[in-house]
């Protein structure tokens, strides 16, 4: 089935249509279109799959894949023309120019938290840029799975997009193939497995990977505004965001006073009952609700809130409660203690990345001991400044290596066209987003154009001092 559909992926790329920009570009209105008229569906199963309400289905899904089609739709000529580049006077008379090209027949393996953003996205990418797609999403996220492939049957003939559905085996079948691209946005175990099976056909990749991505809260932040952002990044999708603040170091001063603005802003937004409220969502599954769980057990357990640490340990200060049967996990905020002290390190949710509603919280004396700690880590997906000093701002945006972020705020740095997305080191390679979806889906052919009016002897042999000398002159 798989072999079948990708044969004919490549037969029809073969054909030539994909490379009209006018073919693209309605089929990318089309798509744009099918999406507005889907809202609904598309709401219910992200509702089903993660509980997620339709305010945030369509301010973190829908809305943004609409805002990446409208974006590829205006742009995919201007990014499709050749590009004029300066031509070297050695070698005159000629014109340079780059060509984007598609690769042709690309694979896209989509995660479950995000499943219809992080399919469609991608997905709009490969296609502005002239590829044929095979389109893998989540087996974890199975309504909104269903949804994307009657989406995308009503736009798209299977030759030239089709969805793949399934779990593992479906996967490892994919996997199997020659692509000509493969872009996967998942874990890291998962990723290194897709980089390995791509090295057997050397084939290309973009790795969107994840991360402990740290947020650094200084003396002088405006606490109850960062509190009010962080809590809103770290509890979007309860917590299941790959750019998720993932644990906050905040000076020793001021740690106190966030953490009661963090409690506060945690129950303004969702409530005395975060596990009652229907505009709170759920725990993809048993396994990552059990995972989570089992990390909050090592730190006391759910309904254990103490008021001061026993020996360095790190304490529950709001939420934990969970709930197995609806799948739901309070928004949880952990005393974790100091960042150079024995906790540092000593829980789970502090050596993996969490990936659902728990925020641990330390605190710090001085920011040299930030960028050791942080630099001393993997490179994150994302990192988050609060500050209003100038110097501690710049400093740390030189000092520390994650793949993007946000000053005084979070997450909202993956919600504009005009900046690439991606991660760095463990935390991924490649990026998308705009044009660098469209580059990243092209391979960008850099043409030579000379004429034969004029041929300059000087490179050919016999050589001589006058060539050497000439020679010389021009390459330096």
């Known amino acids: 089935m798989i072999e079948d559909i990708l044969d004919r992926q490549k ?3 073969r054909t030539g249509k994909t490379l009209s920009v006018s073919f693209r570009k309605q089929y990318l209105k089309d798509l744009r279109d099918a999406v507005s008229g889907m809202d609904g569906e598309i709401s219910a199963a ?3 799959d993660l509980g997620k309400s339709p305010v945030e289905s369509y301010m973190c899904e829908t809305g943004m894949t609409l805002s990446e089609l409208g974006h590829a739709v205006r742009h995919i000529r201007e990014y499709s023309r050749r590009r004029r580049v300066h031509t070297p006077v050695s070698q005159f008379p000629a014109k340079s120019y780059i060509i984007p090209e598609p690769y042709g027949n690309v694979l896209i393996m989509s995660p479950w938290n995000y499943p219809f953003l992080l399919s469609l996205a991608p997905l709009t990418s490969a296609v502005a840029a002239g590829n044929t797609v095979i389109l893998k999403p989540s087996a974890y996220s199975p309504a909104t799975s269903a949804v994307i492939k009657k989406l995308v049957g009503k736009v798209f003939p299977e030759e030239y997009v089709a969805v ?7 996967n490892a ?3 199997e193939q020659k692509f000509d691209y493969i872009f996967f946005t998942g874990s890291k175990a998962v990723g290194r497995l897709v980089m390995s099976k791509a090295s057997v056909h050397l084939t290309p990749v973009t790795l969107e990977l994840g991360g402990k991505s740290p947020v650094i809260v200084d003396r002088t932040a405006d606490i109850r505004t960062s509190a009010r952002r962080i809590v809103f990044g770290k509890f979007l999708n309860c917590g299941q965001t790959c750019v998720a603040p993932d644990y906050v170091l905040v000076h020793e001063d001021v740690a106190d006073a966030f953490v009661e603005s963090c409690k506060a802003e945690t129950a303004a937004m969702f409530g ?3 596990i009652g409220n229907p505009d709170y969502g759920k725990i993809v599954n048993r396994k990552h609700f059990d995972r989570l769980v089992s990390w909050l057990g090592e730190i006391g357990g759910e309904n254990v809130r103490t008021q001061e640490a026993v020996d360095g340990a790190a304490r529950i200060v709001h939420g934990g409660r969970a709930d197995a049967g609806r799948l739901k996990i309070e928004p949880t905020i952990v ?4 960042i ?3 906790s540092a390190e000593r829980y789970t949710i502090m050596q993996e990345e969490i990936f659902g509603p728990v925020l641990p919280v330390l605190s710090y004396t001085d920011m040299d001991e930030v960028i050791r700690y942080v630099d001393g880590h993997p490179r994150p997906l994302a990192a988050y400044i609060f500050t209003e000093d100038r110097k501690t701002r710049e400093t740390l945006l030189g000092r520390l290596h994650f793949g993007g972020g946000c000053v005084n705020d979070t997450i909202i740095h993956l919600a504009t066209e005009a900046m690439p997305f991606g ?3 463990e935390s991924g390679m490649g990026n998308y987003h705009g044009r660098y979806g469209f580059e990243t889906f092209s391979h960008l052919k850099s043409i030579v154009d000379k004429p034969v009016w004029l041929d300059l002897p000087m490179r050919y042999q016999p050589y001589g001092k006058m060539k050497d000398r000439i020679i010389r002159r021009f390459l330096r």
Not at 164 to 170: H, I, K, L, P, T
Not at 335 to 338: D, E, L, P, Y
Request: charged share 30%; glycine share 24%; aromatic share 6%.
């Open 272 to 274: 005395d009952d975060p």
């Open 173 to 175: 079948g994919l996997l």
């Open 335 to 338: 005393r974790a203690g100091s």
């Open 423 to 425: 991660g760095v080191g």
């Open 164 to 170: 793949a559905e399934g779990g593992r085996d479906v």
């Open 11 to 13: 037969a029809f790329f």
């Open 340 to 342: 150079s002290g024995p």
């Open 46 to 48: 992200l509702k089903e």
